[in-house]
């Protein structure tokens, strides 16, 4: 059967794809890759929505006759009631969001080596983040006093979060650089795996002895010995 006119424009339109790809340098998807990623590095950075960031701590100290090194355990342990739902429930009014959104905004991390508790609110108002990194710490410390005389050990507040000035969300310029940082260790991995071309394979590479040359060769082996 003939091809169609269609089926042959197709068909030529393959070849010629083809044989372009092939006159391209093996090294292509490179720049391509870090061309991708810096594009979409900078679209990131100049749609993105800026995040700001407020933190807020609170410290251990332990009362009376308590052992001091008894603070430091009870820091770790406040430390993970700070995202608990009794906390947050606690904080929801005064950060102003529910329980749902608040947990997804909040983190908190304690030091191995200090009795210390820090609170951080994310958001995409600079207000509102402070907001949350005060009304969550609060809310810890309230908490630690109601059973401060069972443990011996109460928070109190040790610095007041403060509203951020700068977002922490990536800038254009910044975003730019990690696109084409991504996009050039991607094209890196493709060379490495993508399969090599046959005219560049150890065979094509080191050729033969010539038919001409295996008498020469007979005569040198003769001469040796």
């Known amino acids: 059967m003939t091809d169609s006119p269609e089926q042959q424009r197709h068909v030529v339109v393959v070849r010629r794809l083809r044989t372009a790809l092939t006159r391209l340098p093996h090294w292509w998807p490179l720049p391509v890759s870090v061309l991708i990623g810096t594009a979409s590095g900078l679209s990131y950075g100049a749609f993105a929505t800026p995040q700001y960031e407020a933190t807020s701590y609170a410290m251990a100290v332990a009362e009376g006759e308590t052992d001091p090194t008894a603070a430091l355990g009870y820091a770790q342990s406040y430390g993970r009631l700070t995202t608990s739902d009794a906390t947050l429930s606690y904080a929801q009014g005064a950060a102003g969001e529910?329980?749902?959104?608040?947990?997804?905004?909040?983190?908190?991390?304690?030091?191995?080596?200090?009795?210390?508790?820090?609170?951080?609110?994310?958001?995409?108002?600079?207000?509102?983040?402070?907001?949350?990194?005060?009304?969550?710490?609060?809310?810890?410390?309230?908490?630690?006093?109601?059973?401060?005389?069972?443990?011996?050990?109460?928070?109190?507040?040790?610095?007041?979060?403060?509203?951020?000035?700068?977002?922490?969300?990536?800038?254009?310029?910044?975003?730019?650089?990690?696109?084409?940082?991504?996009?050039?260790l991607l094209g890196g991995l493709v060379l490495l795996v993508r399969p090599r071309r046959e005219e560049w394979s150890v065979s094509a590479q080191v050729p033969g002895p010539a038919a001409g040359d295996t008498g020469a060769a007979q005569d040198e082996r003769e001469l040796v010995r």
């Open 98 to 184: 529910p329980v749902r959104e608040l947990r997804s905004h909040v983190t908190s991390e304690t030091s191995p080596d200090s009795p210390m508790i820090s609170v951080t609110g994310t958001s995409s108002d600079r207000h509102k983040a402070a907001d949350i990194a005060n009304a969550v710490i609060e809310a810890v410390i309230v908490s630690s006093g109601h059973v401060s005389k069972d443990t011996g050990v109460k928070l109190i507040k040790f610095t007041h979060a403060m509203t951020p000035d700068q977002p922490v969300s990536p800038s254009v310029p910044l975003g730019a650089a990690v696109g084409a940082a991504a996009g050039g």
